[in-house]
Structure formats: C-alpha cells, structure tokens
C-alpha cells in the first residue's frame, strides 16, 4: 500500500489511504462535519455530493462538500465552516 | 479570475458511470471527438465508484480502461447551460463546453425518508454509506444496521461487511412474500440470480428481516440506537451507524434544465426518451437511470445505445434495442416488487425536519399544495441542495411534487456566476430585478 496522506481537521493531523475522501479524514476525528441553522450537529448523509451536509471549509474555501473531494497531502480541513 | 475557454466536442456525455463510460467508448467507435465528464474525481459513477482498499469489478476496470480516445473531464460540475453549450465549475475556475450532440447520464440518487432522529450524525442512506466506505470512511469494527428497501441493501451491506464492518441485521420494508416473488422471477435473469446468491453467501450469518422498517433513531450528538418494527412488534437495537435508503430517484435536473421533457412512473419524474434514447430536444439523449429506474445492465446497454445514436450511428444502436427491452422489463419487475410500505408516509411527526438545509419541519409545511408557495414561505427547499432531497421526499409523501429546475443547478462561486451572466447562461428574468 502507497504512503498514507497527512491532513489535518480543526489543526489535528490525520493519516488516510490515497484516495480517502476529506469526509472519511473528518470523520476519523470529528462527529459532525456542520451545524445545522438551529445548531444541529450534522454529517455526510448521501455520500454522493447531493445533501450537502458534509460541507467543510477545505485550504480557506469554504461549504466544500467533503465527500467528494479526495484528500491531498498538507490539506488544512475545517468543521463547522 | 479566470477566462472560460469554450472547448468543441463532437459528442458530449454528462455522467461517467456504467451508462456514460459506455456512451463514450461508443461514440468514441466512429471517430468522433468525445468528452466525458463527471463532478467526481474519478469515473465510476456511484455503482463502480473506486474503493480505496478492494479492486473494482472486472466490468468496470474493462470499461474505465478503454477510455484513451475519450477526453475525461472530473471535477466538472455542470452549472448551467445555453443552446449546445454547457457551464461547468472546476477546482480551477469556470470552463464553457459546446457540443454538436449530448448525452445525459446523470444517474440517480437515493430516495431518503424523513423520520424521527433522520438528522442525527450516523444515519446516512444505505449507498451512501456504502460510498463512503468506499473512499475511507473508519466503519471497521462499527455496529451498523443496513434498511430500506430493494437489491441494493444487500449489496451496500457486502461492501461494509468486507470492510470490517459489524453488520447487525439487514431490514427490507417490503413483505416476506413481495421479496419471495422477486426471488423466484429472478430465474429468468440467471446473471442476476448468480449476483444475488454470491451476496446472499458474503452476507452469512447476517439477519435479512422482511416486512420490517426503522420507525426512529436516537441519540444525543450522535446515534445511539434505532426503533425497528416488524411483524413480531417493535424492537430497539442499539449501534453506530444506520444505513437507510428507499430505493433510487432519478437525477432529472439537468435534463430539466435543457427543457427535455419528463414523465413520471409513480411520482418521481424521469426525462421521457424514443426508443434510440433521443430527448425531446434535438441532439439530446438520455441514457440509464434517468429515464427511469433499470439498474447496471440496463444503463450499460443503454449507454452504448445512445452514444452511437449520439455519434449519427443509428444501425448500431438499432442492433442493441431487444437487450434494453429485456433489461427495462426486469426494472418493472423490481419497482413492482419492492412498492413502498404506505406506513413509511407517516413515519416524520409534526416536529422531524423535513428540509435539513433550512431545518423546516412537517408541521410548518401544513397547508401548502405547492413547492413555490412552501418555499417562498418557509424556505423549504431554497438551501444547498435545492430541495433534491426533502423535494423527492415531500413528493413520495404525497404532499407536492418538486418544482422545476433552474440554474444554477448546484450552488457555484461568484466568479462562475459572473461568467454564467456574461456568456447569457441565465434566464432574462435573473436580470434587472435586483434590489
């Protein structure tokens, strides 16, 4: 297996396989991805790119839906974006 | 910000799963300059969607390997569309992409129905989970319970089985009887009967409980444990994660978008095609899960048809019509045997949120007929999704179909919005109205 790629989420280093999505990096570390508008703690539901509760903030870019972006080395992954 | 380049391609296909790979590969046959594009990062679509950890299907390593005379697009995601041209948003800013013909391959979702505890952290739809297993997701060891409805419980139960996953039991809403009806038609269909007995065998041990449903979900900041009802009553289980869908919807906005007409098959619409998978518009087709539920043989066969019809190659296409007509057979056959439990309506109460975007629940939706008037008044449908999900599921609960597509069709940064307005990707009455 090729080496695992650091991330970090909310300042935190994650190691995933090649090819993990951001979501699977989150979800190593966080419970929740967002807050709802009345602050429900929320996390990926479709896995498909469709719901967009994964939504994270990815390198300053924010409401990126997580589960369709792969992880790439140095990535800085914020929740509740 | 940066120039949208506008790129010709003979033939343009929207979805790379089995139905657009296959639409590429036939178009790409007679010498036509195809593009196949895809918002995910890698072809596959969601049924052969790449696993981080398993190899893939030997169906889908021949399709994605016979790629070299087709120009892969990831990444793009389709934001808008004028007369043979498409607005697609890349990591790298906006790209204009014309086309002499397209093919719509756009797929479907899962149909996800609100009930008590549906927004808690660890409920995710059945092959959503499944997908997410796929690209990494930490199931290993977890206590996941697998319901819903239809063939695909059993395969996204397989995937998070082989990925360590402890799959506590698998609940199928249709009837004990419905299920052993499907089983035994499946007899015409040996290849399907073979998949079926090969996952029955990596599913052993595992309970497969008919007639049985989730009623609601609990837990504090995650989930804890689920309420499941059955015919011997009702029981609670605790785990992890639930994994829930309710079988497929097809993904018709865009097609929506190009003002191809649709027709519906109970309520969820479909984009309506000819029998060479021509759209009501010209130069447009449709291929697989959007012109109705059918399943991977269907969308392969489909695919092929509409990417030679796509490429002015209408004998081939011709020769492949008998194998759609048995393939479309077997998808009535599965939407007749796996037909919704009508208690599953009336699983949200007054309080379950309905648009998780805009956390409205049932009760503020009393008394709207329509989806124009609920969102203008209760923003149900207006957040980052745009109703795709409490839309198709405010239609399956009866209350009102979704409302028409309009670009953007995902929401887009400011700088594609500005090239969209630029390049008169939006309708004229986007303009002027701004207060």
Request: aromatic share 4%.
């Amino acid at each position: 297996m090729s080496t695992p790629i650091r991330i970090t989420v909310n300042g935190q280093p994650v190691e995933v396989p090649v090819g993990s999505s951001v979501a699977a990096a989150v979800a190593r570390v966080a419970a929740h991805s967002r807050r709802s508008v009345r602050g429900e703690p929320r996390a990926p539901l479709c896995g498909m790119g469709v719901c967009f509760e994964c939504r994270v903030q990815v390198d300053g870019v924010a409401h990126v839906r997580s589960c369709m972006t792969p992880v790439s080395e140095g990535m800085q992954v914020r929740t509740d974006d | 910000m940066t120039e949208p380049m506008a790129e010709h391609y003979d033939v343009l296909v929207v979805g790379a799963g089995p139905a657009g790979l296959a639409a590429a590969q036939a178009a790409a046959m007679h010498g036509a300059r195809v593009g196949l594009l895809d918002a995910q990062a890698r072809a596959g679509g969601q049924v052969w969607r790449h696993d981080v950890r398993r190899a893939a299907p030997r169906a889908a390593r021949q399709a994605l390997a016979s790629l070299e005379k087709v120009q892969v697009l990831a990444r793009h995601s389709v934001v808008a569309a004028a007369s043979h041209s498409l607005l697609v948003e890349t990591p790298d800013g906006a790209r204009q992409l014309r086309y002499g013909s397209l093919v719509l391959a756009t797929g479907a979702r899962e149909l996800l129905l609100p009930f008590p505890g549906w927004t808690l952290p660890g409920v995710t739809g059945a092959g959503g989970l499944q997908a997410l297993t796929k690209q990494g997701w930490p199931i290993a060891g977890k206590r996941v319970v697998v319901a819903g409805s239809g063939p695909l419980l059993l395969a996204a139960a397989a995937t998070l089985r082989a990925h360590g996953a402890h799959v506590l039991g698998i609940y199928e809403q249709a009837t004990a009887s419905a299920v052993h009806a499907f089983a035994w038609r499946l007899r015409h269909w040996p290849a399907r009967a073979v998949q079926a007995v090969g996952l029955r065998a990596r599913l052993a041990g595992v309970p497969y409980r008919c007639g049985t449903f989730v009623r609601a979900a609990d837990g504090e900041q995650t989930l804890s444990s689920i309420e499941v009802e059955g015919p011997r009553g009702v029981r609670r289980i605790a785990c992890d994660q639930l994994a829930i869908g309710y079988g497929l919807v097809p993904n018709v906005e865009m097609a929506g978008l190009l003002g191809c007409e649709l027709e519906h098959a109970g309520v969820h619409p479909h984009v309506r095609v000819d029998s060479l998978l021509r759209t009501s518009v010209p130069g447009i087709h449709a291929a697989g899960e959007l012109c109705g539920i059918g399943g991977l043989a269907a969308a392969r066969i489909e695919g092929s048809i509409a990417g030679h019809a796509a490429a002015g190659a209408y004998g081939n296409a011709a020769t492949l019509l008998p194998q759609r007509s048995r393939e479309r057979r077997f998808a009535a056959l599965l939407s007749q045997h796996f037909a919704l439990d009508p208690r599953l309506h009336a699983l949200a109460t007054p309080q379950t949120l309905i648009c998780r975007c805009e956390d409205v629940t049932l009760a503020a939706l009393d008394g709207f007929g329509n989806a124009r008037d609920a969102r203008l008044a209760t923003r149900c449908g207006m957040g980052a999704c745009q109703g795709r999900i409490c839309g198709s599921a405010l239609a399956e609960l009866g209350r009102f179909p979704r409302s028409g597509s309009r670009p953007p069709l995902f929401p887009a940064r400011l700088a594609t919005l500005a090239v969209a307005e630029a390049e008169s990707f939006l309708p004229d009455d986007y303009r002027g109205n701004r207060t």
